[in-house]
């Protein structure tokens, strides 16, 4: 059974910062790999899709990268900005079930 | 509409009573899924369908719990003979076509907010 476990729980950064957020897994048999941020009250938002035959992937300030043998992904956000607050979560594919298996997330928060 | 919708966005009723959560996908989505996401807890897991079929309920947490789609588009999350631990936010998402065992991207709706008084 996979699980999900992403470190650290909660951060806190002032404005400008980059900084990384790790995610690992139990199961290395994933089909790609999606991080999401969630806002407090809101659903959950998609930020970047990692497909297994790929290493990383960019979007603007950020990067998630993707070890699969290992079985580890890390969101890198640079220049961090307030409007970055939100808790961050990974969930692997894999399997033939098709559903994705959420960490807890990290809940980062960035002050001006 | 553009995204994932959810109905209703709160719900409040007394334990005993059945409720029914509504999500209506992103138009020609095949997979659709539903998340329970408790105070202070991840996501859990409870059910997905390909079309109309749910290859996967094992995440239901008791047989009060039930799910359907119809027309390969709008589902219903059925919770009968509500208790308090059923309290929880409810997360609808959908996800293009389906090849093979690789899930395309996740598209998740603002959830159904239900609290069992």
């Known amino acids: 059974k996979q699980e999900v476990t992403q470190i650290p729980a909660a951060l806190s950064v002032p404005e400008g910062e980059n900084l990384v957020l790790n995610c690992s897994f139990t199961?290395?048999?994933?089909?790609?790999l999606q991080w999401f941020r969630q806002d407090p009250g809101k659903g959950l938002t998609s930020l970047l899709l990692?497909?297994?035959?790929?290493r990383e992937q960019t979007s603007g300030r950020l990067n998630a990268s993707l070890d699969k043998s290992s079985g580890r992904s890390t969101l890198y956000i640079a220049a961090s900005q307030p409007g970055d607050s939100a808790t961050y979560l990974c969930?692997?594919?894999?399997?033939?079930?098709?559903?994705?298996?959420f960490g807890k997330g990290t809940k980062l928060s960035v002050k001006p | 509409g553009a995204g994932v919708s959810q109905s209703p966005s709160n719900k409040v009723t007394e334990k005993g009573k059945d409720v029914e959560l509504r999500c209506d996908p992103i138009s020609g989505h095949t997979a659709l899924y539903w998340y329970r996401q408790s105070l202070g807890q991840g996501l859990e897991f409870l059910i997905y369908f390909q079309g109309n079929s749910a290859p996967d309920k094992s995440g239901l947490p008791s047989d009060r719990f039930s799910a359907e789609r119809t027309g390969g588009s709008v589902s219903t999350l059925t919770i009968q003979r509500t208790q308090q631990e059923d309290s929880a936010v409810y997360l609808c998402?959908?996800?293009?076509?389906?090849?093979?065992?690789?899930?395309?991207?996740?598209?998740f709706g603002e959830g159904s907010r239900l609290t069992v008084l």
């Open positions: 199961d290395s048999a994933i089909y790609n």
């Open positions: 998402a959908s996800s293009p076509r389906w090849q093979g065992a690789s899930t395309g991207e996740l598209f």
């Open positions: 990692i497909q297994s035959s790929q």
């Open positions: 969930a692997p594919t894999g399997g033939s079930q098709g559903n994705l298996i």
